[in-house]
């Protein structure tokens, strides 16, 4: 069924009957054709189900119209599972709730959509937890860890997903819906006799497993890390190997058990009931530094025989990328010295005291042991969290590797016994160097399953065909050394076509049997288990692979390789799906929307330059959907472990359009309010007035796009500059030394008590305060794509500031955005190495007031309150909020408590734009104005312009800034 005709009937009955969101525009098609993995293939269309009953409706129709169907749910898939020419479900959005927890069954209902982690979260009050925990736990749905059979660290206590889930709620190919889960042994054969589809694959799988059940015992790898293939091994009882001490149910006939790892090939889930269990009550790490990996991996065993619940490999080139990304460099300290490898044993524990005992142990067993460079204990705290951290970036730090060579995901989930592990990765390696490549390893150690990566460049023919060479031989080793091509990521696209050689013929024969039972049209995610696809095919950057970029850009994107490959450096791993933590991506967290992810955006740039969106490049109207509600918070700059900086990006690709478009007249009002803010401060109080009656409201949204419900920020007829050439200096000031501090537009015209505040402190600190009385730092002009007068007044600044830089005077500022676009964009700029200097001497004020090398003394009185500190987004992605709390905490008796408050909505214009209001209001009420109603007696403090507005407006609450707060506590005799 390919014809237009007859996709626009599927469309038109998906729209009439089911509730759910029916996409088949070309950029949705677009954005839903790529996952995690190497692949690309564009849906026939997109369904986001909001109820079940749309999950069935959508089944069935596509079985009446001939259509294939393919389950998604992050799309963290690193072997293609989740894409495919059919119509993709997308549980993600809506289906996503987490049903009833029942402790003395220790079970819990979920629908498929649910995240990892939000789960836990939920059942973490209960004591208890879901038992694999994947890289990806902040945004992996439980569904997706259903379709691959996950596992993750800690599966030597807790095994894989199949251990945990008791029943699957089902779509069958035919629009069936049932559940599947333990059938008793008096009730089987009855269920097989029925004549329905329900009674077929009971049957088809008891009779498939008793005609080859001596095959399936041969030829099923011994080892606990096996995802590859059909669980056929689960209905032959005592055959599958489970973790040590599993306590495992009595054996039933369970079909769930089929369903987990079978990647959406047999029937669509649409609910499971899982176990859990119980959090452990003390945990910690050993973090054990190698001097070469066969060093690591020849100590494996007795690592583990200390008794770990996980033992994690990090090799040295994920250390050293770690080493140098901004989220990650300052959580380096659980290595020693230069490690080729660090090995991470996770110990749990029921008290302290038994932690430490074990933790003891294993150190005392390595220091001093040769190649062992160092052991680092971290039993307590935070500590623990930072090998974590860097450990489940790690695909996502190799894949920010600049050029075209990436640690390419096809033969990164190989799993053999632990004891045969040195000799299969040495291997490994010369396969490897054969090709004349070099491969990144990390992962799984203790159970065999480590994750190497060949570096290659697939954009190259020479490249594709060392994939192919590469996996054939590979997928010999592995059947010499009785292993699997997947340990937890699943067949896919990239490994289905080794399974005949795995399992031979007669179990992949047994494998087609159940296939043929339970999808006898071959509609459920064709092409993956039981098929034979080039994992050489289909490459979403491949030798065809031909971005047109800029001729020109203004921002330099060198560092990255051009233009092109900083969008490329997206690996679509979707960090920037996260929900519950951190920043990226504001609007998606709100909308649920894969468009408005970090991931989304760039695949919808990749596919405006190669024309797959069309042939209108970068005034294609999908990208332009797709970038609107990016608030250039720059969170992704930081969080994103691959750097893609989607704020860099937009600003280029709106400077391009400009080139061909007329500039809309709000954003040239926005882009040149360093001129409107003097005039409006001249005119205070008129402009005021003006600014507040609905009638100017209205014509401001018409004319310029300023939705009309916003509170509009106020002008201060005493701006700072009129101010500053008046005030009495402080006498201790210049004892110190001398700093320059900026009088950006919003603080000198807009909130002028703000630059007063700093001043003061400054003073008192004994510092002589210059303005610098820029025009502008350009920050508006850039978030809005008017790079050339972005540049033109970066240029400028440069040549007036690199003089006090030169001399070592510190030049600060109160407003992140502003003082922040010295630091990161004027590098951009190509503007050479004066502004490289005047970015290292830039600071912002609360930081360097926080510094005791500084500033020794600053005489506060105290304050017995409580603030909740919400940093500004760019300050966050680019320079952290640790000065700004250790500034507040130098007031005495001040409790000072950091909300993990994301982005506050504003954004600079973006929350006073027509379209943007609702997104903007939401992420205001995501975390930031509840936590200032659970804490009314607590003040907020902001370093934002645009995050004290937005709190104004929504809340009528006047927020602080952090210099102001230590202005008030100055004391008198230094007021």
Known sequence: MTTTTNMQRLQDRLSRETRAEVRFDRGSRGLYSTDASLYQIEPLGVVVPRTAADVVATVRIAADEGVPIVPRGAATSLSGQTIGPAIVLDFSKYLNRVGVVDRDRMTVRVEPGVVLDRLNAHLRPLGLMFGPDVSTSDRATIGGMIGNNSAGARSLRYGKTVDHVLSVDVVLADGTSTTLGPVPATELDALCARPDSVGTIHRVVRDTVARHRAAIEAKFPKILRRVSGYNLDEFVPGLPVRAAGWQDDPWQFNLARLIVGSEGTLAVVQGAELKVVPIPAATGLVVLSFATIPAALDRLEEIVATGPVAVEMLDRMILDLAATHPAYAGRMEFAEGRPAAVL?????????????????????????????????KSLGGAEKDDFWKVRKAGFSLLMGLVGDSKPVAFVEDTAVAPARLPAFYERFEAIVERQGVEAACYGHADVGCLHIRPILNVKTHEGVESLRTIAREVSDLVVEFEGAMSGEHGDGLARSLWNTKLFGPEVYGAFEAVKRAFDPENRMNPGKVVAAPDPGDNLRISPDYHPHEPESTVFDFSSQGGFARAVEMCSGVGACRKTGTGTMCPSYMVTMEEEHTTRGR?????????GELGRDGFQNEALHEALDLCLQCK???????????????????????????????????????HRLNPIGSATAPLANWTLQQPSFKWLLEKVAGIDRRRTLP?????????????????????????????????????????????????????????????????????????????????????????????????????????????????????????????????????????????VPSLPLRPLEEQVLLHG???????????????????????????LDSGCCGMAGSFGYEHGHYEVSAALANRVILPAMQANPKARLVAPGFSCRSQVHGLAGHNALHPIELLAEQLTPQEA
């Open 635 to 673: 969170a992704c700059k930081s969080e994103c472990p691959s750097n893609v900086d989607m704020a860099k990006l937009k600003a280029e690709v709106l400077h391009q359009v400009y080139k061909e478009k007329r500039v809309p007249i709000g954003t040239l009002l926005m882009g040149h309010i």
């Open 714 to 854: 106020t002008f201060a007829r005493d701006n700072l500059r009129r101010w500053f050439r008046r005030h009495p200096v402080d006498p201790r000031a210049g004892t110190q030394g001398s700093v320059l501090l900026m009088d950006d537009c919003f603080t000198t015209y807009n909130n002028p008590e703000i630059g007063r505040a700093a001043v003061r402190v400054l003073e008192a600190s004994g510092y002589r305060v210059e303005l610098a009385g820029l025009p502008c730092c350009g920050r508006p002009a850039l978030s809005k794509g008017l790079l050339t007068l972005g540049r033109d007044l970066a240029r400028e600044n440069v040549r007036r500031l690199v003089g006090h830089a030169r001399k070592g005077t510190p030049i600060l500022g109160c407003e992140p955005s502003c003082l922040l676009t010295l630091v990161d964009e004027y590098r951009d700029f190509r503007l050479g190495p004066d502004a490289d200097l005047v970015a290292k001497s830039s600071q912002l004020v609360d930081a360097f007031v926080a510094d005791p090398a500084r």
């Open 602 to 610: 760039a695949n919808a740039l990749r596919m405006a330059m190669t």
């Open 344 to 376: 991470a044993a996770q110990f749990y524990a029921d008290s302290a005291e038994e932690l430490a005992d074990r933790a003891n142990d294993l150190a005392r067993r390595f220091e001093g042991r040769p190649h062992v460079l160092g052991v680092r």
């Open 872 to 898: 500004h987004c760019q300050q966050k992605a680019l320079v952290g909020t640790a000065g700004t709390m250790a500034a507040l905490r130098r007031i005495p008796g001040l409790e000072v408590k950091e």
